[in-house]
């Protein structure tokens, strides 16, 4: 299998279905395409009919797009991994958070974008991006004490995965969390494929200007 993504240090799309791979220890290639250059949407579309990253492209040649349904795909393809909680009504529930990070908190990625190279602590507090980060610190804390944590579901899994990508958010921005939501953003920054992801965009020299800065 292939797996298409942008830039780790800003596509936070990408990062989702890499770090399930990664972490079930699933192998894959994988294609990296800078991002917002000239030739960046062609080169993409080579390979995902949606011109966007992620793409997984399966060993027949065939494509599944979009980070949620890339995870979907993982989870029947490989059973035998606990992706998504064994218990239908958690499942129910897991499903639940995951699709309302994919669909939501569009405040929080207008102003709070991915950057995990950069630091704006107490920047981008718009209030939709602050009412954003309420929610999100609730749904953390509802899940860590219905299952026990310390992941979402008990272990790291598809929702996780979903929200690793905001753990980053606010790692850069550093918005004011309960204890038990910044205990859970320190135990996903700290597993061993969102380690392995943060290093490797800490090593990337590629920039998009409009990313690295913030008034």
């Known amino acids: 299998m292939k797996l298409i993504i942008g830039d780790k240090n800003y596509s936070s799309w990408s990062m989702r279905p890499w770090l399930l791979l990664k972490h079930f220890g699933i192998p ?98 718009a209030p939709g991006a602050l009412a954003d980060v309420a929610r999100i610190d609730a749904l953390w804390r509802d899940c860590l004490e219905r299952h026990g944590g310390p992941f979402l579901f008990g272990e790291f899994g598809i929702a996780d995965a979903m929200y690793a990508p905001v753990v980053m958010r606010f790692n850069t921005w550093q918005p004011a969390l309960s204890k038990a939501s910044a205990a859970y953003a320190q135990r996903v920054t700290a597993q061993p494929a969102v380690h392995a992801w943060i290093d490797d965009a800490l090593r990337e020299t590629h920039r998009v200007s409009v990313y690295d800065t913030c008034a």
Request: proline share 7%.
């Open 28 to 125: 894959f290639d994988e294609v990296l395409i800078p991002l917002n250059e000239a030739n960046t949407k062609a080169a993409i579309t080579e390979h995902a009919p949606s011109g966007k990253v992620p793409c997984l492209v399966a060993d027949d040649g065939s494509s599944v797009w979009d980070s949620l349904a890339i995870c979907e795909t993982l989870a029947e393809c490989f059973p035998q991994h606990a992706m998504w909680p064994r218990d239908p009504v958690v499942r129910a529930q897991a499903r639940s958070v995951s699709a309302e990070m994919h669909s939501g908190f569009g405040d929080l990625r207008s102003n709070m974008w991915m950057n995990i190279r950069a630091s704006f602590p107490g920047k981008g507090a």
